[in-house]
Nanobody, 134 residues
Framework: QVQVVESGGDLVQAGGSLRLSCAAS????????MGWFRQAPGKERERVAT???????NYADSVQGRFTLSKEKANATLYLQMNKLKPEDTAWYYC????????????????????????????WGQGTLVTVSS
């Protein structure tokens, strides 16, 4: 079975840093798109960052220059280093492993999930809460 588990969420003061971790099991993460998504109170879920199988990351404009995505193949873990946090970053953060629009191996993962009805993977973690105080 496929499992995705996030950790690292915490309460942090504005301007501070936090590192989120996402451990994936049951899949070969080097073959699939992976990314972080978040949902703030009263808002819809949004993409934070995605990473292609070749290591190419893509960030949402709101976090560009502040967040850094990395993947550690040895322990099948995806990391999100968050710096210069702002109150608007407060949200539940979710990690996901998925088959992107380009198939396997995943490239252009920022474009989202495969939409032809044949996606082989769309796994989500339970979420971890990040709260940034002003």
């Amino acid at each position: 079975q496929v499992q995705v588990v996030e950790s690292g969420g915490d309460l942090v003061q504005a301007g501070g840093s936090l590192r989120l971790s996402c451990a994936a099991s049951g899949i070969t993460i080097s073959r699939y798109c992976m990314g972080w998504f978040r949902q703030a109170p009263g808002k819809e879920r949004e993409r934070v960052a995605t990473i292609d199988t070749d290591g190419t990351p893509n960030y949402a404009d709101s976090v560009q220059g502040r967040f850094t995505l990395s993947k550690e193949k040895a322990n099948a873990t995806l990391y999100l280093q968050m710096n210069k946090l702002k109150p608007e970053d407060t949200a539940w953060y979710y990690c996901s492993a998925f088959e992107g629009v380009s198939g396997i191996p995943g490239i252009f993962c920022y474009l989202g999930r495969k939409k032809d009805g044949t996606a082989s993977l769309d796994a989500w973690g339970q979420g971890t809460l990040v709260t940034v105080s002003s």
